[in-house]
């Protein structure tokens, strides 16, 4: 499985962290994200993991900064993608099974690194239900 992932200045801990558990599991990763907490602009790192995700490049992405929110609406501009904004491991669950979420978005200021990495594995471990839930998937794009 192929995963990018992106960051602004509150995720750099987080992204080492999950790239780490990610490269376990023997997942492809690209970074986007910074290494940095010096003040960078979230939109910079949310787009090319959005491009990534709507171009086909990889089957999923992972963005983080303080929030969520604004990463998250960065990426919800793109065509083809859903993003959900995941805090706890339940809330990433149903963004895969009922939403089918194609963009994790984690708040790296109202996580743990280990509550983040919880999230990751029950976003990428989470199918799609479909059925009922596909018409209302549909219906999401402008």
């Known amino acids: 499985m192929k995963i990018s992932i992106g960051n602004d200045h509150a995720g750099p801990e987080y992204k080492k962290a999950i790239v780490k558990y990610l490269k376990s599991k023997g997942y492809e990763v690209t970074n986007y994200g910074s290494d940095s907490d010096a003040s960078v602009d979230y939109p910079d790192f949310g787009h090319p993991v959005a491009f990534d995700v709507a171009e086909g490049k990889v089957d999923f992405g992972i963005v983080i900064c303080g929030s969520g929110n604004g990463i998250a609406m960065t990426v919800n501009k793109h065509p083809k993608v ?41 976003f990428l471990t989470t199918e799609f239900e479909g059925g009922r839930h596909q018409n209302r998937v549909d219906k999401i794009s402008c």
């Open 82 to 122: 859903r993003a959900g904004l995941c805090w706890i491991k339940e809330i990433a669950y149903l963004t895969r099974l009922h939403n089918n979420a194609n963009i994790l978005c984690i708040p790296a200021r109202y996580t743990s690194i280990q509550q983040a990495i919880e999230i990751v594995e029950t």
